[in-house]
């Protein structure tokens, strides 16, 4: 009980000094100045004339909702004698996988580097700013020479990682039994299973209404629908809106419900932060930025759905590269920003800088991230903030090596397990053939299933992801996936005819396949 | 009823012959006795011409209407309008209301338009009104952009003026008919950059109107930034979505082929502008292709050997108003993507199930009245008959409301999907 108290006083004591930093606590101050004016507010009664205050006005609902965004960011409480790298990385032997990693990736990009006799980052001269400026909303056009630029890695490479990591610690021993996991992922990390996924998500049940199941043409919406939409319009709580989005968000309301849940509100200072990095992308060019381009314009720009905001894209990528304030969620992610050194001072720490600035190397498929949120919002500030809040709260755990039950190797982990507990001769005959199932369900889980379902259906399953506030789901539609299409998947006999039964996913509806995975298989 | 469904087309698209050959049809010359002939608008000229003196047994289906130019050329689409709704005003229905400024509240639709060079006076009186607009020059005839071009100084259209003296070396009658309208320089943007909405309407009889709206359309991007820049109005990759011209562009992609779905559309529209003004967008959409068709069904010769799919062209502008631009009897059955060929694949057949029923030799006499189960992806977009029975006067009284926003009244047979609130 006393550890419980000191280990919660010690969270407030954290919360408070981060939010003293921030724009919130500067305007409550001065509200509260301002509300001396106030008749109602008495000198005898004064803090709890000014408390009333701030919750009449609203003003207590915003610093709520800006403690419960830094509760859901704030790792859990760990043992106070424990170094930050635990806060990052608990186990010893994913941290130093996660660095050997890095150190590949580092000489890759050093090496693209040398090869193309480009530098990694270079002040643009003044006619190049002018004609960037010029052509800010329309960066698409520009046809630079990507020939040359491969992207740094792409997701398979990632997974070859994966599939060798092993605790040094743990021995299982020679002898096979139906212990033995037959899955790529040989790490004993816990995952859960069925029974408490069902405990996990339980508002996703077969009774309980759910937009993208019961908003359908067959359901008259009064059943469900309209009352959904009603209370969704009230909302201005970060932690209700968490809860309510859990059963899915109407589109109407999507991009404000996420934007309460992520806790962004456009101030003047964001958009000018914005635009303080929109003019460090003109006067510094990175070599990131040519692997930004490349990376659009072999994926986005080939989508269907998301072909038309390929501007966008660049505009939030090349900001994005270039934002420190990233850096601070290195601190609970078990990787760490790459580090350069000036010119001639390798080894020397007053001359190290992070590259790219914000310590984000960006892989195949990584713009695939922003994409789907273009169908929310339009104004770039705004999007901008948006993505970075998702990235340092969800996305950065897609391809980092860590523990962490958000994490990809849980995920994978997850997938394979539920996969062999509840399908098991699915699994068996799809590893005898040589088709792995992971070596297929990982690129959706990367990439969080972007540009693989239909927007509406994606949007559906990233208002799960911010409700519960973990990327598990991710595993179990992948699982669920597999469970759909499973008659077919039982008859090929390889690796290639398993990826042509689930090369096209865009018309699948998530929900349904995630409750009947959940909720109404037999297990 | 024994015997195949013979079959001729001058149209050679995969996506047609395709269609029949699944129904086991079989392929004749049209000098046999055919039972189906899928036309080119010069051929359906030919058949009904006077001098052909063709008669169409009983037996024989054709894809496209007599007089189907009422509708589909550029000029005589805005006279049979302009038509429609002075003989609504002059019997006083409501549907013709104006503002205070003159504008009509529910049929103001169709961009400013003047035939060439017969309203050339009248278009210079309009045009000096507001001399820094931008206005738009299409031929008559024309299709695929063709010919197409903008302008913002008189001195552009010379030639076109009834009494021009420069023009003396083209006689009056070898003058190409163009329509000149006000362009709309404020279209409504994606991603920056223009688009239009191609919808396709299915027509099986116009009196009563029987329609059906495909729910499958799509929207046409721009391959460059739109901007309303008088220095890029010859750039016609900023202002014509055609693919015929897109696609010649530096930046046309195959893959997408620039389109996107309409559901894409409804989607970004109600995520980022509201659920509200979208679904009043498209109800007015639906709303300005019924009235097309009502204009001009008076005047169609309503031959029960014929259907006719239409490609319906519309334009979004940044209040969220619809405008019609055109419409094409003969949409483009070629397919620039993967996914437009499964679309149009998917039309024909669903549009061969409506107009041919059962796939068997047809009866020009039967009802024209398909089972809810063949429509496939049409809805029905507006049958006179059931809302003859439903009241004809409840379609006045629900638009003489505010908007189309209310949900008038649930269309009996559809229980929940509503096309429109005027039924």
Same mark, same amino acid.
Not at chain 1, 310 to 336: G, M, P
């Given at each position: 009980?006393?550890?419980?108290?000191?280990?919660?006083?010690?969270?407030?004591?954290?919360?408070?000094?981060?939010?003293?930093?921030?724009?919130?606590? =500067?305007?409550?101050?001065?509200?509260?100045?301002?509300?001396?004016?106030?008749?109602?507010?008495?000198?005898?009664?004064?803090?709890?004339?000014?408390?009333?205050?701030?919750?009449?006005?609203?003003?207590?609902?915003?610093?709520?909702?800006?403690?419960?965004?830094?509760?859901?960011?704030?790792?859990?409480?760990?043992?106070?004698?424990?170094?930050?790298?635990?806060?990052?990385?608990?186990?010893?032997?994913?941290?130093?996988?996660?660095?050997?990693? /890095?150190?590949?990736?580092?000489?890759?990009?050093?090496?693209?580097?040398?090869?193309?006799?480009?530098?990694?980052?270079?002040?643009?001269?003044?006619?190049?700013?002018?004609?960037?400026?010029?052509?800010?909303?329309?960066?698409?056009?520009?046809?630079?020479?990507?020939?040359?630029?491969?992207?740094?890695?792409?997701?398979?490479?990632?997974?070859?990682?994966?599939?060798?990591?092993?605790?040094?610690?743990?021995?299982?021993?020679?002898?096979?039994?139906?212990?033995?996991?037959?899955?790529?992922?040989?790490?004993?990390?816990?995952?859960?299973?069925?029974?408490?996924?069902?405990?996990?998500?339980?508002? +996703?049940?077969?009774?309980?209404?759910?937009?993208?199941?019961?908003?359908?043409?067959?359901?008259?919406?009064? +059943?469900?629908?309209?009352?959904?939409?009603?209370?969704?319009?009230? /909302?201005?709580?970060?932690?209700?809106?968490?809860?309510?989005?859990?059963?899915?968000?109407?589109?109407?309301?999507?991009?404000?419900?996420?934007?309460?849940?992520?806790?962004?509100?456009?101030?003047?200072?964001?958009?000018?932060?914005?635009?303080?990095?929109?003019?460090?992308?003109?006067?510094?060019?990175?070599?990131?930025?040519?692997?930004?381009?490349?990376?659009?314009?072999?994926?986005?720009?080939?989508?269907?759905?998301?072909?038309?905001?390929?501007?966008?894209?660049?505009?939030?990528?090349?900001?994005?590269?270039?934002?420190?304030?990233?850096?601070?969620?290195?601190?609970?992610?078990?990787? =760490?920003?790459?580090?350069?050194?000036?010119?001639?001072?390798?080894?020397?720490? /007053?001359?190290?800088?992070?590259?790219?600035?914000?310590?984000?190397?960006?892989?195949?498929?990584?713009?695939?991230?922003?994409?789907?949120?273009?169908?929310?919002?339009?104004?770039? =500030?705004?999007?901008?903030?948006?993505?970075?809040?998702?990235?340092?709260?969800?996305?950065?755990?897609?391809?980092?090596?860590?523990?962490?039950?958000?994490?990809?190797?849980?995920?994978?982990?997850?997938?394979?397990?539920?996969?062999?507990?509840?399908?098991?001769?699915?699994?068996?005959? +799809?590893?005898?053939?040589?088709?792995?199932?992971?070596?297929?369900?990982?690129?959706?889980?990367?990439?969080?299933?972007?540009?693989?379902?239909?927007?509406?259906?994606?949007?559906?399953?990233?208002?799960?992801? +911010?409700?519960?506030?973990?990327? /598990?789901?991710?595993?179990?539609?992948?699982?669920?996936?597999?469970?759909?299409?499973?008659?077919?998947?039982?008859?090929?006999?390889?690796?290639?005819?398993?990826?042509?039964?689930?090369?096209?996913?865009?018309?699948?509806?998530?929900?349904?396949?995630?409750?009947?995975?959940?909720?109404?298989?037999?297990? | 009823?024994?015997?195949?469904?013979?079959?001729?087309?001058?149209?050679?698209?995969?996506?047609?012959?395709?269609?029949?050959?699944?129904?086991?049809?079989?392929? @004749?010359?049209?000098?046999? *006795?055919?039972?189906?002939?899928?036309?080119?608008?010069?051929?359906?000229?030919?058949?009904?011409?006077?001098? %052909?003196?063709?008669?169409?047994?009983? *037996?024989?289906?054709?894809?496209?209407?007599?007089?189907?130019?009422?509708?589909?050329?550029?000029?005589?689409?805005?006279?049979?309008?302009?038509?429609?709704?002075?003989? &609504?005003?002059?019997?006083?229905?409501?549907?013709?209301?104006?503002?205070?400024?003159?504008?009509?509240?529910?049929? *103001?639709?169709? !961009?400013?338009?003047?035939?060439? !060079?017969?309203?050339?006076?009248?278009? @210079?009186?309009?045009?000096?009104? $507001?001399?820094?607009?931008?206005?738009?020059?299409? !031929?008559?005839?024309?299709?695929?952009?063709?010919?197409?071009? &903008?302008?913002?100084?008189?001195?552009?259209?010379?030639?076109?003026?009834?009494?021009?003296?420069?023009?003396?070396?083209?006689?009056? $009658?070898?003058?190409?008919?163009?329509? #000149?309208?006000?362009? #709309?320089?404020? !279209?409504?943007?994606?991603?920056?950059?223009?688009?239009?909405?191609?919808?396709?309407?299915?027509?099986?009889?116009?009196?009563?109107?029987?329609?059906?709206?495909?729910?499958?359309?799509?929207?046409?991007?721009?391959?460059?930034?739109?901007?309303?820049?008088?220095?890029?109005?010859?750039?016609?990759?900023?202002?014509?979505?055609?693919?015929?011209?897109?696609?010649?562009?530096?930046?046309?992609?195959?893959?997408?082929?620039?389109?996107?779905?309409?559901?894409?559309?409804?989607?970004?529209?109600?995520?980022?502008?509201?659920?509200?003004?979208?679904?009043?967008?498209?109800?007015?959409?639906?709303?300005?292709?019924?009235?097309?068709?009502? %204009?001009?069904?008076?005047?169609?010769?309503?031959?029960?050997?014929?259907?006719?799919?239409?490609?319906? *062209?519309?334009? #979004?502008?940044?209040?969220?108003?619809?405008?019609?631009?055109? @419409?094409?009897?003969?949409?483009?059955?070629?397919?620039?993507?993967?996914?437009?060929?499964?679309?149009?694949?998917?039309?024909?057949?669903?549009?061969?199930?409506?107009?041919?029923?059962?796939?068997?030799?047809?009866?020009?006499?039967?009802?024209? $009245?398909?089972?809810?189960?063949?429509?496939?992806?049409?809805?029905?977009?507006?049958?006179?008959?059931?809302?003859?029975?439903?009241?004809?006067?409840?379609?006045?009284?629900?638009?003489?409301?505010?908007?189309?926003?209310?949900?008038?009244?649930?269309?009996?047979?559809?229980?929940?999907?509503?096309?429109?609130?005027?039924?």
């Amino acid at each position: 009980m006393l550890q419980e108290e000191s280990d919660l006083s010690l969270i407030i004591a954290q919360i408070v000094q981060k939010l003293k930093g921030s724009n919130l606590y =500067s305007q409550l101050e001065r509200q509260a100045w301002a509300s001396l004016q106030r008749p109602e507010i008495k000198l005898e009664s004064l803090k709890e004339d000014i408390k009333e205050f701030f919750k009449i006005s609203g003003w207590e609902k915003k610093l709520q909702n800006a403690v419960y965004s830094e509760l859901s960011v704030f790792p859990l409480p760990s043992h106070p004698a424990a170094p930050p790298e635990h806060l990052k990385e608990p186990l010893v032997y994913m941290r130093k996988a996660q660095g050997s990693w /890095e150190k590949r990736i580092l000489k890759s990009l050093n090496s693209m580097c040398t090869e193309l006799s480009i530098p990694l980052a270079r002040k643009r001269p003044v006619g190049e700013q002018k004609e960037l400026l010029n052509k800010w909303n329309e960066m698409g056009t520009d046809e630079p020479d990507l020939s040359l630029f491969r992207p740094v890695y792409a997701p398979k490479d990632f997974l070859e990682v994966l599939i060798n990591l092993r605790n040094p610690n743990y021995e299982n021993g020679d002898s096979l039994s139906f212990r033995t996991h037959l899955g790529l992922i040989q790490v004993p990390l816990k995952v859960k299973d069925i029974p408490e996924l069902k405990e996990c998500f339980v508002e +996703l049940g077969l009774n309980i209404g759910q937009l993208g199941i019961d908003d359908s043409t067959q359901v008259p919406p009064e +059943l469900f629908e309209n009352e959904h939409v009603r209370i969704g319009q009230k /909302e201005q709580d970060s932690a209700a809106a968490q809860q309510y989005i859990r059963q899915g968000s109407p589109t109407a309301l999507r991009a404000e419900l996420w934007a309460l849940i992520l806790n962004i509100s456009s101030q003047p200072e964001d958009v000018l932060y914005y635009e303080q990095l929109k003019t460090n992308v003109i006067q510094h060019d990175l070599l990131v930025d040519s692997l930004i381009y490349k990376d659009v314009k072999l994926t986005a720009s080939n989508d269907d759905y998301y072909f038309v905001f390929e501007d966008y894209l660049y505009q939030v990528l090349l900001c994005f590269s270039r934002d420190t304030s990233v850096l601070s969620h290195f601190a609970f992610n078990s990787a =760490s920003p790459p580090k350069s050194y000036i010119r001639g001072k390798l080894g020397l720490e /007053e001359y190290a800088v992070f590259y790219p600035p914000n310590g984000v190397i960006p892989f195949h498929g990584f713009s695939m991230y922003v994409a789907p949120l273009c169908f929310l919002y339009h104004e770039p =500030s705004k999007l901008y903030q948006i993505f970075r809040e998702m990235y340092v709260r969800f996305f950065f755990r897609l391809h980092s090596i860590s523990s962490h039950p958000s994490g990809i190797v849980s995920l994978c982990l997850l997938f394979e397990t539920l996969l062999q507990t509840y399908l098991p001769q699915l699994f068996y005959h +799809l590893r005898e053939i040589g088709a792995q199932p992971l070596r297929i369900s990982f690129k959706w889980m990367v990439r969080a299933f972007s540009g693989y379902l239909a927007t509406d259906q994606l949007l559906l399953l990233w208002d799960r992801i +911010l409700g519960y506030n973990s990327l /598990e789901i991710l595993a179990v539609l992948a699982a669920a996936v597999f469970a759909f299409r499973a008659v077919n998947l039982m008859e090929v006999t390889s690796l290639a005819a398993a990826e042509a039964v689930l090369a096209d996913l865009s018309t699948l509806k998530v929900m349904p396949l995630l409750q009947i995975f959940l909720f109404a298989t037999v297990t | 009823m024994a015997g195949k469904v013979k079959w001729v087309t001058d149209i050679e698209k995969s996506v047609l012959i395709n269609n029949f050959e699944k129904r086991g049809w079989v392929q @004749v010359t049209e000098n046999e *006795d055919w039972n189906f002939y899928w036309m080119s608008v010069q051929t359906i000229r030919n058949v009904f011409s006077v001098e %052909a003196g063709y008669r169409l047994s009983d *037996d024989q289906i054709v894809n496209h209407f007599p007089n189907h130019y009422e509708l589909t050329r550029k000029d005589l689409m805005v006279k049979n309008i302009k038509r429609y709704r002075k003989e &609504l005003e002059k019997e006083g229905s409501p549907l013709a209301e104006k503002d205070e400024n003159g504008k009509y509240l529910y049929l *103001d639709f169709v !961009p400013v338009t003047y035939m060439l !060079p017969a309203d050339y006076n009248l278009f @210079v009186e309009e045009f000096r009104k $507001s001399p820094s607009s931008t206005w738009i020059m299409k !031929p008559c005839g024309k299709a695929q952009g063709k010919g197409i071009f &903008l302008i913002n100084k008189l001195s552009q259209i010379k030639k076109w003026s009834r009494d021009s003296k420069t023009s003396s070396f083209v006689s009056q $009658s070898n003058k190409e008919a163009y329509v #000149i309208s006000l362009y #709309i320089n404020n !279209p409504s943007l994606i991603g920056g950059r223009k688009f239009d909405l191609r919808l396709y309407v299915l027509v099986s009889t116009y009196r009563p109107l029987r329609c059906y709206m495909y729910k499958l359309g799509f929207c046409r991007f721009c391959t460059v930034k739109y901007t309303p820049s008088t220095s890029e109005l010859d750039n016609m990759f900023v202002h014509l979505t055609n693919v015929a011209i897109q696609k010649h562009g530096e930046d046309y992609n195959h893959i997408h082929g620039g389109k996107w779905t309409v559901s894409n559309l409804r989607l970004y529209l109600e995520s980022t502008r509201g659920k509200e003004v979208t679904s009043k967008l498209f109800d007015e959409i639906h709303w300005i292709i019924v009235q097309s068709l009502k %204009a001009v069904a008076p005047v169609m010769n309503n031959d029960k050997h014929c259907f006719e799919c239409y490609g319906y *062209d519309t334009i #979004i502008d940044d209040k969220l108003k619809p405008w019609l631009i055109e @419409v094409n009897a003969s949409p483009s059955l070629t397919s620039s993507t993967a996914n437009d060929r499964i679309l149009k694949y998917n039309l024909i057949n669903d549009t061969l199930n409506i107009a041919v029923p059962n796939g068997e030799i047809p009866d020009c006499k039967w009802n024209k $009245s398909p089972p809810k189960e063949v429509l496939g992806n049409y809805e029905i977009l507006y049958d006179e008959e059931l809302a003859q029975g439903d009241g004809a006067d409840r379609e006045l009284r629900s638009r003489q409301g505010q908007s189309l926003g209310p949900r008038a009244g649930r269309s009996r047979d559809s229980g929940r999907a509503v096309l429109t609130t005027w039924k």
